[in-house]
């Protein structure tokens, strides 16, 4: 007979959203001081293009390791922190490059002010934005980080211009640059937690085990779950879970839960699942002794 599933508390998803905003932004801010020191150290250039270039794969290349690595490093996949954290490095340097350049020409037309601070913020935001697409191979978080990486460039570059403006004389170079860079990282961080929050279709959040509050977006047409570190939902530290226990996959009827481990070890509102499950909104999902809750929109 199954159980009806029971309501998670709006105060428990309130502060999941807050600590998944929290965490991204920063990583974003300690990605953008770290790719700031190695700008600083390393780089020597005389030429502006080349040292703009230089700076943009610098700090592109470190807030994408660090947005890319932020959840892996929570549930402890260090595979999967490999995986992912280098091509967020590298496809957030290619496109902190390009983006910089683009960014340092739109200041140019604008003659500088907080417009032109702003728009070539987000050109430098849209580019490494990208990498979040591209190290997790989904068109959904590539668009999502296309739409946080801008935004969160646009409003970064805003408020660093409008502070510079504030201050005036009190306004030091060295001081400035190193508070625009966290501005600038904190602010990709946090718009691409807020987007993903507002647009994502379909989620699962874990709601007891290793890793309690974390959410899993689906955004691939089949997300695997279980132990192997390439699934797309990790879920750690049970023993009762198996390497690829389930997944969850898109179809036309809607999202469907296929299990893939022995009998009794899989369940969706008390009633064990042997095969497959349409999925509705709010149903609690029981991997082993992991539960989670799967969303939808």
Known sequence: MSVAAKPVPLARNRFVNVRQAYDLALAGALGAIFGLYLYVELVRADSVLVRDALAGVAIGGTIGFFLNASGPFRDGAWIKLSRVSTWGA???????????????????????????????????????????????????????????????????????????????????????????????????????ALVEQVLRRAWVQVISGRQEGRVYLLARKVSAMGLDERAEVGLFGDRAVARRHAEIESTPKGYVLRNHAPSGRTRVNGTVIDDTHILSNGDRIELGQTLLVFRQR
């Open 90 to 192: 590298l496809a957030g340097a290619a496109g902190g490059a390009l983006g910089l350049v683009l960014g340092e020409s739109v200041i140019g037309w604008f003659q500088g002010g907080l417009i032109g601070r702003a728009l070539s913020w987000a050109v430098l935001g849209l580019g490494i934005g990208v990498s979040q697409g591209l190290a997790d191979r989904s068109r959904q978080r590539l668009l999502y980080g296309l739409i946080g990486g801008g935004l969160g460039g646009l409003v970064g570059g805003y408020l660093f211009e409008w502070l510079r403006q504030s201050l005036g004389q009190r306004y030091n170079n060295s001081l400035g640059q190193g508070l625009g860079i966290v501005i600038l990282g904190a602010g990709l961080g946090l718009f691409l």
